[in-house]
């Protein structure tokens, strides 16, 4: 578990910041009252309509420290069907394709394969495009200001988390198609720690000839992965309000052949993994935060180590590492 732990803690920047005491939880704070929140309620409609049901391109580059990466992405509605593809612009040939519940991964030097999924994941949060305005309760939308964005007028809509548990949003959408142009992750300090921008965006009237080739293509069978226990083992003894398991499962970890358990943990906007298994040998920072927001907690309970990792706040993780105990407790 050591070795999970090591191979984790390569994911984060090389700037990090290391503490040994477990953090103390606080209680919440209480946001004030906006009078444009219905407003802004109204762009986030807008929005997840529009990343729907448009046919549209953008391309963008991705920014996280001193790591920018490039893509182009295509998105339309064929016969009532969602149709998009994302290509990496540099580096070796990789992009994702999507059909429906469908997304095909095709990479340089390895045969294409299927996994079903409504989103091709890596673009933007997946509640941007479903699910958002149902997580008023944990976040709070607030109307802000409006700035030019590749070339387009944009409207500022920010994303407040209702606590200091997770993080936040700024997104700018298109103030006339409601497209996202820029969206910001911002660290409860609002820090910024990535951000998406566009640097060009076209809206057309039909899907391009690309996304129709793509649908009419036979690509290959969906994997599928086994099935999900409907419970698992564990209890949390605290968890970040709304916060709930999604995916729980045993499995090796890839290249290191050690079994453990694996829990998938989100609150529909944020997210955060947590890995269990034994207890190595080798003692290891109790936990990690680096500069982009990606963080990874750690805990021992008996012969049992709890590994949290994700883009949250550290003493979110941590308090979750430490309050983790079998159900049977």
């Known amino acids: 578990m050591q070795r999970l732990l090591l191979a984790l803690a390569l994911i984060c920047s090389s700037v990090i910041s290391v503490a040994a005491e477990t953090p103390v939880v606080s209680q919440p704070k209480t ?5 444009g929140n219905d407003e802004s309620k109204l762009w986030l409609a807008r929005m997840q309509e529009a990343l729907n049901s448009s046919n549209f391109q953008i391309s963008y580059i991705h920014m996280q420290l001193d790591q920018i990466r490039a893509f182009r992405y295509q998105h339309g509605l064929i016969d009532g069907e969602q149709v998009a593809f ?93 497209i996202p142009l820029r969206i910001d992750l911002l660290d409860t300090d609002n820090n910024l720690l990535e951000q998406l921008l566009v640097i060009e965006h076209h809206r057309f009237n039909d899907a391009s000839p690309l996304l129709h080739e793509l649908r009419a293509q036979q690509w290959p069978a ?44 989100s609150d529909g906007l944020n997210d955060f993994s947590v890995y269990i298994g034994r207890v190595g040998q080798v003692q290891l920072p109790t936990n990690i935060s680096s500069g982009n927001g990606l963080s990874l907690a750690s805990a021992r309970h008996g012969e049992f180590e709890v590994v949290a990792v994700g883009r949250m706040p550290v003493e979110s993780l941590q308090n979750v590492a430490e309050n983790l105990y079998p159900a049977t407790q």
Do not use: C
């Open 31 to 35: 946001l004030p009252s906006s009078a």
């Open 222 to 265: 969906v994997v599928t992965a086994p099935e999900s226990p409907q419970t698992h083992p564990w209890r949390f003894g605290w968890l970040p309000s709304g916060f709930e398991v999604r995916h729980y499962d045993q499995h090796l970890l890839i290249g290191l052949n050690e079994p453990v358990e694996y829990l998938a943990v």
């Open 86 to 178: 994302l290509e990496h612009l540099n580096g070796p040939l990789k992009s994702s394709a999507r059909v429906g519940n469908k997304v095909i991964y095709l990479e340089q030097d390895t045969k294409p394969y299927s996994v079903t999924s409504d989103r091709i994941p890596g673009i933007m949060p997946g509640a941007f495009a479903g699910g958002l305005l149902e997580l008023d309760g944990h976040y709070r939308f607030v109307l802000g200001g409006r700035n030019r964005i590749a070339g387009h007028s944009a409207q500022l809509i920010r994303i407040v988390a209702a606590d200091q548990y997770r993080y936040q949003y700024r997104v700018w959408m298109d103030a006339e198609t409601a």
